[in-house]
Nanobody, 112 residues
Framework: QVQLVESGGGLVQPGGSLRLSCTAS????????IFWYRQAPEKVREVVAS????????EYSDSVKDRFVIYRDAATNTLYLEMNSLEPEVTADYYC?????WGQGTRVTVSS
């Protein structure tokens, strides 16, 4: 079964940018939709964005639609989340998931 590993998180100043990566070992099927979720302290885990693997059909939460970009590289089985104009409210642990498989998360902290 697929294994997912997130990376790219860290500490950034407000207004900065990060690119998160999710590398998959194993098969991501053509019709899969793969997601980025996030969970802030004491908050419910929520969807950030998603993309279908073959057709590249993207969806975004309203809160990130104009700031984040999700994309995937099927050749390397890698999912990305480009995060721009970062503000403190995006501080959270970010996870990728597909077919009920989850990575361990990568932490994004926006602070001066």
């Amino acid at each position: 079964q697929v294994q997912l590993v997130e990376s790219g998180g860290g500490l950034v100043q407000p207004g900065g940018s990060l690119r998160l990566s999710c590398t998959a070992s194993g098969t991501i099927y053509a019709l899969d939709r793969i997601f980025w979720y996030r969970q802030a302290p004491e908050k419910v885990r929520e969807v950030v964005a998603s993309v279908t693997w073959r057709n590249n059909k993207k969806e975004y939460s309203d809160s990130v639609k104009d700031r984040f970009v999700i994309y995937r590289d099927a050749a390397t089985n890698t999912l990305y989340l480009e995060m721009n104009s970062l503000e403190p409210e995006v501080t959270a642990d970010y996870y990728c998931t597909v077919r009920e498989r989850w990575g361990q998360g990568t932490r994004v902290t926006v602070s001066s």
